[in-house]
């Protein structure tokens, strides 16, 4: 027997939509029977999951909080998977993009206006990204190295790089031995709104998703990365440079996660700190491409594996439920959506022997 697998090209929203809905019931119903088998109780665990995201005030003010970063590394992430190019990079330029924001609002502009800090400090994790992004991309396009791998080892980079700096030089010496920096002035933070954590970072990213729409279907420069991810060949045929533009689209991918970063630090932590990430950057791929590359759709996937996070964390704390348990109820369900998403995108074909040979026979006859 013969496996194949081939492209769908009858694919409506209709059928996209029927396959996620069962992709959910399949994964809530295999996650019931493993609850069970461990005893406890599937109802109250996915209400926990669900309530408290979502229903909740305080879990919902803690879901947006959260939406923020994954939204905006996700919204990157779409510009260079358009063209097909694997930026599984977002994690350490979100790291760098942290680092950058803490020198401008700590070392090099302490006592600056709010006005002029915060401007600065989100350009320049902006830079931070882009030039950790721009690594990678040169990569590719001048040597044909693989952008997965340095994509992958550039987070490790990045990650320690920040372990370094807040256990080294960085660390604050009233910190009771902890490894963060010195906590931001209130020039360097972004307020928070009718006294709840939500931040002006939520507009930059609703924002940013408006731009990033228009960048695809209104600039040129959109137009040939998109042309580029389609055939590479007909780009390369019809004038583009492909070399540039792979280079541009890591350049902006990893400069909108290191603006992710600086939100991060001016919205949230407002001290560089160990481990002051939940894996975004990681998470992000999964968000980008469960939203088929849709800025719109980002949004609205971002704030459900949001919701995911937070969930996760009440169940753990309140209902005694362990870590390792809340990881597996999130990638179950993960792992049954990404299903979902191939049988979306392919079909798959089995072939007995007599067919294949009943084939061939008509291609001779032929």
Do not use: C
Not at 1 to 7: G, L, S
């Amino acid at each position: 027997m013969k496996i194949e697998v081939e492209k769908r090209l009858d694919k409506t929203y209709l059928s996209e939509t029927v396959v996620i809905i069962f992709s959910i019931i399949l994964a809530v119903m295999f996650i019931s029977i493993f609850l069970l088998l461990l005893d406890y109780q599937p109802i109250v665990i996915f209400r926990g999951l669900v309530v408290n995201s979502f229903m909740d005030s305080w879990g919902l003010e803690k879901t947006i909080v959260k939406t923020i970063p994954l939204l905006i590394i996700a919204l990157g992430l779409s510009i260079v998977f358009k063209m097909e190019i694997w930026n599984i990079g977002g994690e350490g330029q979100f790291h760098i993009g942290a680092v950058g924001a803490t020198w401008i609002a700590i070392f090099l502009l302490p006592d600056a206006s709010i006005w002029l800090v915060l401007p600065v400090l989100l350009a320049a994790g902006f830079i931070g990204g882009a030039v950790w992004g721009g690594i990678a991309g040169f990569l590719k396009a001048e040597l044909g190295v693989n952008e997965i791998v340095s994509t992958l080892m550039l987070n490790y980079i990045g990650i320690l790089l920040v372990d370094f700096l807040v256990y080294g030089p960085w660390r604050d010496p009233a910190g009771l031995n902890f490894p963060t920096s010195k906590s931001f002035g209130q020039n360097a933070e972004l307020s928070g709104f009718f006294n709840t954590s939500i931040h002006a970072g939520i507009f930059f990213a609703l924002i940013l998703a408006v731009i990033i729409y228009y960048f695809f279907k209104k600039t040129t420069l959109g137009f040939e990365m998109s042309v580029i991810g389609d055939n590479e060949k007909a780009a390369r045929y019809a004038g583009i440079n492909v070399k540039n533009n792979i280079i541009i689209a890591m350049m902006l991918s990893g400069g909108i996660a290191g603006f992710a970063g600086a939100v991060q630090m001016a919205g949230v932590q407002h001290q560089l700190q160990h481990g002051f990430s939940a894996g975004y950057g990681y998470t992000a791929i999964i968000v980008a491409w469960l939203a088929r590359l849709n800025p719109f759709a980002i949004v609205l996937v971002s704030f459900i594996m949001a919701g995911l996070y937070v969930g996760g964390e009440q169940i753990q704390m309140f209902m005694q439920v362990p870590l390792s348990l809340v990881n597996f109820l999130q990638a179950t369900i993960l792992f049954f959506l990404l299903a979902g998403n191939f049988f979306n995108r392919y079909k798959i074909n089995f072939k007995l022997k007599d067919e294949e040979k009943m084939q061939e026979g008509d291609q001779i006859g032929l």
